[in-house]
Every structure is written in structure tokens, then in C-alpha cells.
């Protein structure tokens, strides 16, 4: 299981980049009491029968890994936020792309700790593909958006260490308001 | 700190390559996969992810080195997972790659050129090789 609300986002946000999207979207707002997140991919989706099999810790397409059982992602997400007074939303469509909705209560004893948001948003935005990623960020009064495409502009290749290592900074001055 | 423009972000890499350009002797051939699937993630390959970057950074080797993000390599028992293919060395998959693991690495393979005992597990299981 996951130990923060951040790796749960990047869980979700690496399997939209895998999911031949060319936009992915991800939203994460925060106050005193809540923390809401949308992930959204206009990749390959999922239908109906498909969508409610994705839900089951013991079914997963085979695609990504022949032979094995469990698919653990989406499973852990929706048990994680629902057993902490949270809400887990997701909706597919085959062909269109997915959005996952997540809301976890701050106030709950058993909420996770929300984790090293600037970290996450790194590794996100660097998740290998050619997709567009476009990130808003609210927390409080503090709020920013940032797009991949403007980031690659100013850094070039961001899967370079050189980059990297800017963009860390960069985004973590992002969160000093 | 102040929040970084885009612009100020640009001049501060123009800086960089700069002073890069002058170390910049033997190209961008380092590569070290990191695994963020869900199996990944829940062992803290994030936090080795982070310690890749500083350590790299530490030892000078940034404008050498690529670090991608893949999925699960197939070896869910031993995450964290990190390849490292480095010319003129065999590519090697680590396992139990924790951020203390992870700077040993850079030490050892990157720079020293030796590869780092009692994490290797080699090559992805067969399971996930493409065909």
C-alpha cells in the first residue's frame, strides 16, 4: 500500500501516460481539511465491463504483464479513500480517455500524509511519452499552473539529470507562494 | 526562496549549459531506469528517484547522465528497482534500491565502475520482456 496521497497520484498519473494519451491532466487542490485530485487522460479508456472489472484487485488485461493476477492501482486508491471518509470517482470511456477523481478528508485519523507535493509533480511531469501534461496546483491561497510542453521549451530534454535538477527547484519555489 | 519565473528558469539553465559545456566531454550515455509501478511506488521509489538526482548532481555527473521512469520491471519483490545501462559495463537491474542503496550505486557504478554487490538481480523477469 502506499504511504502517501502523493504516490497514489503518481500511480494513477504513470498509468495515463501509458495509455497513449496525447493530453494528460492533473489537478491537485488542498486546504486545512481536504486534499482533491483529478487525473485525466484522453488515451485509449476503458468500456463499461471493463471499467468495473479495473476496480478488482484480482483482474488486470494481461497486456502490460502476461501471466500475472492482480492489478493493484486502482483497487488501493478506491480502498484508501473510501475507508478514510474520502470519495474515488472514475469514469472511462473506450476510445475517449479516463478521468479518476480522488478526495481524501485531512480531519480523518486515518488519512494518509499528503507527502512531498513538488516530488511528485517531477516525477510526473518527467514520465517518459510524447503526450502534453498540464498540472494546477492549488493549495490555500497559493495557486500555479504548469504545462510540460513550456517546461521542455525553457529546459530541453527533461529526462536529463541538468534538468532535472532545475525543475526540482523550480517547482519547489512554486510552493514557497 | 521566490517563486521562479519561466524566464528566470530559462536564464538559469542558459547558466548551466554553460558551465556544462565545458565537462561535457563524453556525451549523454549513462541511462538509469527507474521503476514507478504500483509496486514501485508503495516501496519508495520516489524517495530513489530524489536521491538519484542529488547524488548525481553531488558527484558532477549530471550532463552525463538520462533517467527515465518506467514501469514495473517485473521484479515486484525486490523494489525498489533501477537499470543502469553504462557503456563498456554489463546493464544490470538493482533491486532493494532504497535512497541510502541508491547513492551507493552512484558511487560504486558511475563512478568508480564497479558494480554494487548484494543488489543485483540482473535482467527483467521473462514475463514482461517484449517480444
Known sequence: MHYAIVDFVTDIAQNACESGASRVGIVFSEDDERVDVIVEDDG??????????????FYTDGEKHPGRKVGLGLPFLKQAAEQDGGRFRIRSEKGRGTAVEFG??????????????????????????????TIARRRGSLSYEVSKSEL????????EVSSLTLLKQFLRSQEEG | ???????????????????????????????????????????????????????IQKHGLESKV????????????????????????PTVIYGKMT?????????????????????????PAADILKK
Not at chain 2, 538520462?66 to 559495463?89: A, D, K, S
Not at chain 2, 557504478?109 to 564497479?114: D, I, N, R, S, T
Open chain 1, 44 to 57: 485509449k479508456g476503458m468500456g463499461a465491463e471493463q471499467l468495473a472489472r479495473a476496480l478488482d484487485p
Open chain 1, 104 to 133: 481524501f478528508d485531512k480531519r480523518n485519523v486515518d488519512c494518509p500524509p499528503v507527502g512531498d507535493v513538488p516530488g511528485m509533480l517531477l516525477s510526473a511531469l518527467c514520465m517518459p511519452g510524447g503526450h502534453e501534461m
Open chain 1, 152 to 159: 521542455i521549451e525553457a529546459l530541453g530534454n527533461l529526462e
Open chain 2, 1 to 55: 526562496m521566490a517563486r521562479m519565473t519561466l524566464d528566470e528558469l530559462r536564464a538559469l539553465r542558459e547558466t548551466k549549459r554553460q558551465d556544462l559545456a565545458r565537462r561535457d566531454v563524453e556525451g549523454k550515455d549513462i541511462q538509469i531506469i527507474v521503476g514507478m509501478g504500483t509496486c514501485g511506488i508503495a516501496a519508495g521509489a520516489k524517495l530513489t528517484f530524489d536521491a538519484l538526482v542529488d547524488s
Open chain 2, 66 to 89: 538520462i533517467i527515465r521512469q518506467t514501469g514495473c520491471m517485473g521484479l515486484c519483490y525486490v523494489e525498489p528497482t533501477v537499470e543502469v545501462v553504462f557503456p563498456g559495463m
Open chain 2, 99 to 123: 535512497s541510502d542503496a541508491a547513492e551507493a550505486l552512484v558511487q560504486k557504478h558511475l563512478v568508480e565502475h564497479a558494480l554494487l554487490d548484494n543488489h543485483i538481480f540482473d535482467r
